[in-house]
């Protein structure tokens, strides 16, 4: 049986988040652990070394470019389920990201993650984001923070140092998904502890008719992209944003490249009076 999630679309109506515990099958939650450190090993992943990806943080971006295990990610019923909620139907895929936040890591600085958009605010949502527990995620250990309510401010200085707010640690047990709007502010903690690595899958979405983060249809491979599931493509931008926004010659990107069932472009599909 689906699970209720009508108090979680409240949450991100009220508060701009939401903690789903225990969200996602332990299995696959092992395997992605396991996938993480078998991918930063292989491509030799290291911190960056900004203030935004901080310097005792490994991430690994592009993930479905790199193994099967992440097209489960993506299509997420919980997690989608709520997404869809804040964004509309036809949303996207804009960026999929490993985030490794490692001992000595400091604070990341505030931020919305549509901050780059340059719109008024508030404005409808453009971006949904989620951060999947692969491990614990506790205050001592850098879990996320979050300022509840924000995603009702007007255009704030993100940038501009510190801002005097109050935070909520979104401490959450391995398995569990925590879910912004787009305009919420948050960040990464601090990691205070002496041996843990706290690791999360950042998935992150945005509406339909908003450019991605990551350019999904470069990014992956086209062989790679003919094992996704029509469902995937379509959240991966190859389908049709209401019938017309992506559309080549009014066929779907999709159809044409990998034969998904056909969409109907928006103009056909007004009824056409014969007497007028
Ligand atoms: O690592 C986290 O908890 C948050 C990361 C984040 O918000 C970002 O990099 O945009």
């Not at 549509?114 to 984001?129: E, F, G």
């Not at 379509?234 to 066929?251: A, F, H, P, V």
Request: charged share 20%; proline share 7%.
């Amino acid at each position: 049986m689906a699970r209720d999630l009508t108090s979680h679309h409240q949450q991100l109506v009220d508060d701009g988040y939401t903690i789903v515990e225990n969200a996602i099958e332990p299995g696959l939650i092992d395997a992605l652990l396991s996938d993480v450190r078998r991918l930063e090993s292989e491509l030799d992943r290291r911190p960056a070394d900004n203030r935004f990806e901080g310097n005792r943080t490994t991430r690994t971006y592009n993930l479905l470019a790199h193994g099967a295990i992440w097209q489960q990610v993506p299509v997420h019923p919980v997690v989608l389920e709520l997404v869809e909620g804040v964004l509309g139907p036809q949303a996207l895929v804009s960026s999929l990201a490993s985030i490794s936040l490692a001992p000595g890591e400091t604070g990341q600085v505030l931020h919305a993650d549509d901050q780059i958009q340059p719109l008024a605010k508030p404005h409808v949502a453009t971006v949904c984001n989620s951060m999947w527990a692969l491990t614990d995620f506790t205050a001592g250990n850098g879990a996320t923070r979050v300022v509840p309510g924000s995603h009702l401010w007007d255009s704030p200085d993100y940038f501009n140092g510190e801002p005097d707010v109050d935070t909520v640690v979104a401490e959450m047990p391995k398995g569990s998904v925590l879910v912004w709007h787009g305009s919420t502010w948050h960040g990464g903690g601090a990691n205070t502890t002496t041996d843990e690595v706290r690791v999360g899958v950042a998935m992150n979405y945005c509406a339909g008719f908003i450019r991605q983060q990551e350019n999904q249809q470069l990014g992956i491979p086209s062989e790679v992209m003919a094992t996704f599931s029509p469902q995937l493509r379509q959240l991966c931008g190859l389908g049709m944003y209401r019938g017309l926004t992506g559309n080549i010659e009014k066929r779907s990107p999709a159809e044409i490249l990998y034969g998904d069932p056909p969409q109907v472009q928006v103009w056909d599909a007004e009824p056409i009076d014969p007497h007028r």
